[in-house]
């Protein structure tokens, strides 16, 4: 009987033990898990991405991270050891075949670390919280904005050499070339676009320059996180309301905080679901600030008209 009381009393203490390290592995992790705005200094350049750190069971972290092009990819495991994070995740769009790395810390609320990119080269980054982006209030509505005055790009700037052009109200981009942004920012808005574009081309409207719904040849497809309506890599539409290329096409999105409901067409195929955090190809990180309307005019042709935005006072 005292050897059973002697291993029952072992085993206990061996689960009292686990159970310790299990709980102090938790609250090590409290401060790390939640979304993330980050910035990557690569070659000169300061590159917006994001990261989303999640526990799977008592002791196993994971997440979702987006890097400066490209959607949100899983993160099958972040390791902890000892007071550093890592994890790696395969190539996306990137060039190369290796994996990319990341190793970080937290310190007073913030993450610094490294990326090891495809090329093998190392980078620095840092990151901040993301905010929560809550509305206390509903919004007032302001008076609507004719973004596009339908005569010339006066209130738009490109980002690089300009492809786009101005013809009987209709703002075109012939071919693949620079993103157009918009010169005011916002913070709360509702905004109207009609839209048309090839066969097969591919384009995008940012919310506040960091929130991509997709513009796309989707016709006879699935309605998944890449296709026409999505918010691009993180919300899929309930269903496809896409028309057939060539035709005229119109959203009606309404962004409040990171609350964003979008009708295509006349249907609501995204009703006032959270935006986790910037999509690939984002002006920048700073969620908690406003920021423009911009237009994808890297992928494929397409072409615009009746831009009217209507900010939140």
């Known amino acids: 009987m005292k050897q059973i009381n002697r291993s029952i009393g072992l085993l206990a203490l061996l689960l009292m033990i686990s159970f310790s390290a299990t709980w102090s592995q938790a609250k090590v992790d409290a401060g790390i898990e939640g979304r993330w705005d980050l910035v990557i200094q690569q070659n000169g350049k ?12 008592t002791s196993t972290l994971i997440g979702r991270f987006v890097y400066a092009f490209g959607s949100a990819r899983p993160v099958a495991q972040v390791k902890h050891n000892n007071g550093t994070y890592s994890f790696s995740i395969p190539p996306q769009w990137e060039p190369g075949t290796r994996d990319m790395e990341f190793e970080f810390t937290l310190n ?14 190392k980078y620095g980054w840092t990151g901040v919280r993301a905010p929560s982006l809550k509305r206390e209030k509903g919004p007032v509505w302001g008076k609507p904005i004719q973004l596009f005055n339908g005569k010339n790009l006066d209130g738009w700037h490109a980002t690089g050499d300009n492809q786009w052009l101005a013809e009987n109200g209709i703002l075109r981009s012939p071919k693949s070339g620079s993103n157009l942004v918009s010169d005011q920012k916002f913070n709360d808005f509702k905004l109207h676009l009609e839209f048309r574009y090839p066969k097969a081309s591919n384009s995008g409207v940012y919310l506040r320059g960091r929130y991509e719904v997709q513009i796309e040849d989707s016709y006879g497809e699935e309605p998944l996180l890449d296709r026409f309506g999505a918010i691009y890599g993180f919300l899929p539409p309930n269903q496809m309301a896409v028309k057939k290329a060539g035709e005229w096409q119109s959203y009606d999105i309404t962004l409040i905080g990171r609350l964003v409901t979008v009708v295509a067409n006349g249907k609501t195929i995204i009703a006032n679901q959270i935006i986790p955090g910037i999509t690939g190809g984002a002006l920048d990180s700073k969620e908690g600030e406003a920021g423009p309307i911009f237009f994808q005019g890297d992928h494929g042709p397409v072409e615009f008209r009746n831009i009217i935005l209507t900010p939140a006072k």
Do not use: A, R
């Open 46 to 57: 300061e590159l917006p991405s994001w990261l989303e750190i999640g526990h799977s069971g």
């Open 108 to 121: 007073n609320g913030q993450l610094t670390g490294t990326m090891v990119y495809t090329d093998g080269k």
